[in-house]
């Protein structure tokens, strides 16, 4: 399959079109091969935008004239299998698709008898939805895939068992649950409804409307061996060593690891020999050497307890992970050219990272690993890698095994019985018979002198490190900490020794009369550093008291620490897959959240099967999401297109052969009457094409408006990126969208507008158009006739807000302006958000203001010439405090008020810092170019200033304040800079 595009006419070139070898008819056409049952083959010119159907009836003309007619059935006895775009054989029983929709793999197109296995069809289905055919994962021929799989597949039937019970209410509230307004109080929410919430049901090609009520509140391991090898020859005894050999010495480490606390490591350093013929640039892309080295590793010894069957001691945590690396040795690193008997240096290389690879001490199944095993390594690494391991990387094997430096492992055969965990059961016998036991019975008598000291350090930061004394003391008071500080868990859970099987037993049975924790208070738990099986069941417990609109907010981040689960079946996917089978709002960002990654190799097979136990749990819902599928496709080819033509054509001919191709049959129907990826409530009926646009960015994103004809709204705009990762935007947002939260809650509505913003795929995703909206730029450019002057016009934006706004409707404007500032001024100083110009500060006409674009996040301001261009903590310009004086200059009562204003939103959120913290934490794995590591959130903590007193932490804000009151006129400098830019561009 490929794409082209005809010269003739100018704009046509634009056009999606499908065809072989960029080969198509001027009159639209494209020669498809067709297989008949009889064995033979005909070759026709078929209308690409025709329907299979036309195209079957074409083709049964044409049979007549072929040998074995007589030998065929009725037309209607069969139907077209072709191999779609993800290689899977599909049958196109939907026979109102139109050929340039399906897009085959190959033009060819085979007739066959009507299927009566309903379960091949939906697997086509669902491999075509989430972008990878299932046949991958029967492929892979894995154990525990197949038993997940399986497990779900019983799982999913079983909830689609349920739905058949269902009223036709309760199935409309499951099917298209009703959006709740946040921002509403309870007791308001009661005074206006009832306690009630009024749903208003429309019927297309009706004008019947009934409305009904609903309550808002529905709702020990011995490695003998360890190679790696590639595919370069390998000479394995010094005398059979070439003239064209190299020898080279790497070094290695293995580290046994339980989330961040290291067990047991070892380093080894070991010769190869690789072939002298391949090509130079080996020595700059050491990670494709092809290397060999054998080395004894440390051994735990396995012992089996005669009153406890079954039991290694000692006995290694569950979820105990190897972690194995390869790099050069910078001792330094040598190249040795082998001339006959000699050996000379011919080259020095410093330090550099081969590969790595992790694989877990037990199984799936609780097994101790024994046997061969082929891991196939990673050659990727974080930009800060501690001591050259990576702990938090997959446990997942790479899949591209063509490329991959692969180590064999050896495991002890253990020829008596096969060593197993032991089972929960187990583990709690064993913490009552310590419990028991008069040397261990040691209760807290005495601790209550400590609990001062206890508080201190339970009160610290989740980034605060814990020194041995203070571990020390927090497990000797763990019943104190249970009674008295249950929020303790996370840094009790940091204390325990977890190679001590008698700590762990006790912490186990401690966990079961755990007092259940604030779900937000939960979310720490999920943590890289909390890796015990039970320890995130009890987290997992925790979030089920989230309702389905908290469980939205955080929902990218439990995405995301789907990547710390070793083993595909645990409580969180469950959890995931349960509330979202549950409601469709939430299924339908859990589906995008799972397909905009699962190209990523060590994620796809994890996050492919959980979006296959949603599609086998959710088919009503397969259609809605195929729809959309199809549009985001339809416009990722025509941003590509449009981003080949933009050298040829200038802009004015560029945006008519956009409305041109948006005209087609194939676009119209396909970007029509669907629901908004970024929001199910909302209905993209009609492509408004004479408003669409592309931006003047690089990447070309699409301008896209829709009439918008349900209950008569608004119209409603959405952009398409295609190359920009929007994962940062989302985040941002996201926490955005929290602070609007916590500051709600509290009593304060800053008015703040965090639009909606979702990645889709590779680097692409929508945005929310925020209507009736300028930018800051644009506002000042409009209100000057010189483009250097137009920043510092301190009347333009009052102006403007005049324009559109008088009498009490202007106080109202001022007033939302004056909240909002006051809202995005303390967002953008705590988050660290840089790169703030005036063509990402957006007004409504309104008042409202409002962000866009967060490309640099957490203090990465831009610098230039290794000049900081920001030297504000945060924008308050001049004209803003000229528009929340109300253009009077001594209205010191307004500007007192929105001072007041930025003071209160900052210590509430600073109240709140342990959770923006622990939601960072957890996107760690993401690989946002600006989130790396834990030191990159450090930011936040001095920002928030956590760690000092509420006053000390009120006067840094107001030093933070008064500064960016004094350098407001260096920001105006940037600006204006920026203005002459776009306007010199314009």
């Known amino acids: 399959m490929c794409f082209g595009f005809i010269m003739p006419p100018a704009m046509a070139d634009i056009l999606d079109i499908w065809a072989v070898d960029s080969q198509i008819a001027s009159d639209g056409t494209i020669p498809v091969d067709f297989l008949l049952p009889t064995g033979i083959y005909i070759q026709l010119e078929v209308p690409r935008e025709a329907t299979i159907s036309y195209i079957k009836q074409m083709l049964w003309k044409q049979v007549h004239n072929y040998p074995m007619f007589n030998l065929l059935m009725e037309i ?24 340039c929709d399906v897009r085959p793999f190959l033009p060819v197109l085979k007739l066959v008898t009507r299927s009566c296995d309903p379960g091949e069809k939906l697997d086509s289905k669902i491999g075509v939805l ?71 049901v429309h019927f ?82 050491c990670c494709k050497i092809k290397k060999m080295y054998e080395q004894e590793m440390i051994a735990i010894e396995a012992a089996i307890n005669r009153n406890s069957s079954n039991l290694p001691l000692p006995l290694p945590p569950k979820k105990t992970r190897i972690i194995y690396h390869v790099w050069e040795n910078n001792n330094p690193f040598q190249i040795i050219l082998v001339k006959g008997n000699k050996l000379n240096t011919e080259e020095t290389v410093k330090h550099y990272p081969v590969a790595w690879v992790n694989t877990m001490v037990f199984d799936f199944k609780g097994q101790l ?65 310590i419990a028991s036991s008069d040397s261990a019975n040691v209760s807290s008598r005495g601790g209550k002198k400590f609990l001062p000291v206890l508080k201190e350090i339970l009160d610290r930061d989740p980034l605060s490190q814990l020194c041995e004394n203070e571990m020390d003391l927090i497990w000797t008071l763990r019943q104190d900490c249970r009674e008295n500080f249950p929020q303790s868990l996370p840094k009790l859970l940091l204390s325990i ?58 929902l990218l981040q439990l995405v995301q620490v789907l990547k710390y689960e070793p083993f595909l079946d645990c409580a969180l996917s469950r959890f995931l897959l349960e509330r979202a089978l549950a409601n469709r709002r939430i299924g339908q960002f859990l ?55 933009a050298v040829k054509l200038n802009r004015a001919k560029g945006k008519e052969a956009m409305h041109t191709c948006l005209k087609q049959s194939a676009y119209r129907e396909a970007l029509s009457d669907l629901q908004s990826p970024l929001n199910p409530c909302v209905i993209l009926s009609e492509l408004y094409v004479e408003k669409c646009k592309y931006m003047d960015s690089k990447m070309k994103p699409l301008w896209l408006v829709y009439n918008n004809k349900v209950f008569g709204e608004d119209s409603v705009g959405v952009i398409f990126k295609n190359g920009d990762d929007l994962r940062q935007d989302m985040l941002t947002l996201q926490m955005l969208r929290l602070m609007d939260l916590l500051w709600k809650e509290a009593g304060l509505d800053l008015r703040m507008l965090p639009y909606g913003c979702l990645a889709t795929g590779d680097r692409s995703g929508l945005i929310e158009v925020v209507s009736t909206s300028e930018t800051i730029a644009d506002i000042q450019l409009n ?36 909240l909002s500032c006051a809202g995005y001024c303390v967002a953008s100083y705590v988050l660290g958000i840089g790169d703030r110009h005036s063509d990402n500060i957006m007004v409504k006409k309104t008042g409202q203001l409002f962000h866009i674009d967060f490309g640099h996040i957490l203090g990465n301001f831009k610098s230039k010439f290794g000049i900081k261009r920001e030297r504000v903590p945060f924008i308050l310009t001049y004209d803003f405090i000229h528009v929340i004086q109300q253009g009077k200059t001594g209205n010191t009562e307004k500007f007192g008020r929105f001072r007041q204003c930025c003071e209160d939103a900052y210590l509430i959120l600073r109240r709140h810092g342990n959770l923006f913290i622990t939601l960072f934490a957890l996107m760690l794995t993401a690989g946002l170019p600006e989130l790396t590591s834990v030191k990159d959130i450090q930011y936040l903590k001095d920002s928030l200033a956590l760690g000092k007193s509420e006053e000390e932490a009120l006067k840094q804000f107001k030093q933070k304040f008064d500064e960016a009151l004094r350098e407001s006129w260096t920001t105006k400098v940037n600006w204006m800079a920026h203005t002459v830019r776009k306007d010199y561009r314009s």
């Not at 099987?501 to 755990?514: F, K, N, P």
């Not at 995130?536 to 955080?554: F, I, K, T």
């Not at 010189?786 to 404007?813: C, I, M, Q």
């Open 76 to 99: 209607d006895s069969y139907m077209f299998a072709c191999v779609n775009q993800t290689a899977v054989y599909e049958e196109l029983e939907d026979e109102t698709r139109r050929l």
């Open 130 to 200: 989430i972008g990878k055919g299932l046949h991958e994962f029967d492929g892979l021929k894995d154990p525990e895939v197949n038993e997940f799989r399986r497990k779900m597949r019983k799982f999913s039937e079983e909830k689609i068992l349920s739905l058949v019970g269902l009223s036709w209410m309760d199935w409309l509230k499951q099917t298209y649950p009703p959006e709740h307004e946040p921002s509403i109080p309870e007791n308001l929410e009661d005074k206006l409804y009832g306690g009630k919430l009024i749903v208003a």
């Open 204 to 285: 297309e090609n009706s004008q019947d409307v009934f409305s009904f009520q609903v309550s808002p509140n529905m709702n020990p391991i011995k490695v003998n061996e360890l190679a790696i090898q590639k595919r370069l020859t390998i000479h394995g005894k010094e005398d059979e060593i070439s003239p064209y050999d190299y020898v080279l010495q790497v070094s290695g480490r293995v580290e046994y690891v339980f989330g961040d606390h290291p067990l047991i490591q070892f380093q080894y350093i070991r010769n190869c020999v690789v072939n002298r013929t391949l090509p130079h640039f080996i020595l700059v892309e």
């Open 369 to 433: 690993r024994t046997g061969d095993i082929i891991l196939h390594s990673w050659s990727s690494f974080p930009d800060e890698l501690e001591e050259m391991l990576n702990p938090m990387g997959t446990v997942q094997t790479n899949p591209y095994t063509e490329n991959a430096t692969a180590l064999h492992i050896k495991f002890p055969e253990n020829k008596k019985q096969p060593y197993y965990y032991p089972p929960f059961d187990k583990i709690i016998e064993k913490a009552a018979e």
């Open 497 to 554: 020794k977890w190679n001590k099987l008698e700590d762990v037993a006790q912490l186990q049975a401690l966990l079961q009369i755990w007092p259940k924790l604030p779900p937000r208070e939960a979310l720490e738990l999920l943590d890289f550093n909390y890796p015990d099986q039970y320890v995130r069941e009890y987290a997992v417990g925790c979030l089920r008291q989230m309702s389905d609109e908290e469980l939205s907010q955080y």
């Open 591 to 645: 589906f995008w959240h799972l397909r905009s990654e699962v190209h990523i190799p060590a994620v796809s097979v994890q996050f492919g099967v959980i979006l296959e136990a949603y599609c086998r749990g959710s088919v009503g819902h397969m259609k809605v999401l195929s729809k959309q599928v199809e549009a985001l496709n339809k416009l990722k080819t025509l941003n590509s297109l449009i981003k080949l033509n």
């Open 783 to 818: 209100s000057s006739n010189v483009a250097a002057a137009a920043a510092f016009n301190k009347d333009a934006l009052l102006n403007w807000l005049k324009e559109y706004n008088s009498g009490d409707d202007l106080d109202r404007a001022i007033e939302e302006f004056t």
